[in-house]
Nanobody, 124 residues
Framework: QVQLVESGGGLVQAGGSLRLSCAASGRTFSLYAMGWFRQAPGKEREFVAAIDWWSGSGTHYADSLKGRFTISRDGTKNTVNLQMNSLKAEDTAVYYC????????????????WGQGTQVTVSS
């Protein structure tokens, strides 16, 4: 019932920055929160960040990414952004946004709708 479209991925040099966006449409009034996950080749999908949908102020981050990544919400556009700074080669992955349906923010199973993903490649 919620459609998600990611954009903003690409190729960037180590130390650079990228800003990912996730546009939500459909039944967005039913959302509790929006999250970002990522998956590198040969690795498990991992939690990146999440934000409370209604207030746009309650945020949650993977411990290893605090200080480099920032999640935010643009309520006028129903869009969630992920600002990624000081990028490292190990940040290379497909990044997905997802709609939280209840439960633990850090668990993949707590999200019911997913975007198609956007590739982020960091060269070193």
């Amino acid at each position: 019932q919620v459609q998600l479209v990611e954009s903003g991925g690409g190729l960037v040099q180590a130390g650079g920055s990228l800003r990912l966006s996730c546009a939500a449409s459909g039944r967005t009034f039913s959302l509790y929160a929006m999250g970002w996950f990522r998956q590198a080749p040969g690795k498990e999908r991992e939690f990146v960040a999440a934000i409370d949908w209604w207030s746009g102020s309650g945020t949650h981050y993977a411990d290893s990414l605090k200080g480099r990544f920032t999640i935010s919400r643009d309520g006028t556009k129903n869009t969630v952004n992920l600002q990624m700074n000081s990028l490292k080669a190990e940040d290379t992955a497909v990044y997905y946004c997802a709609a939280h349906s209840g439960g633990n923010y850090y668990r993949e199973a707590s999200y019911g709708n997913w975007g198609q993903g956007t590739q982020v490649t960091v060269s070193s």
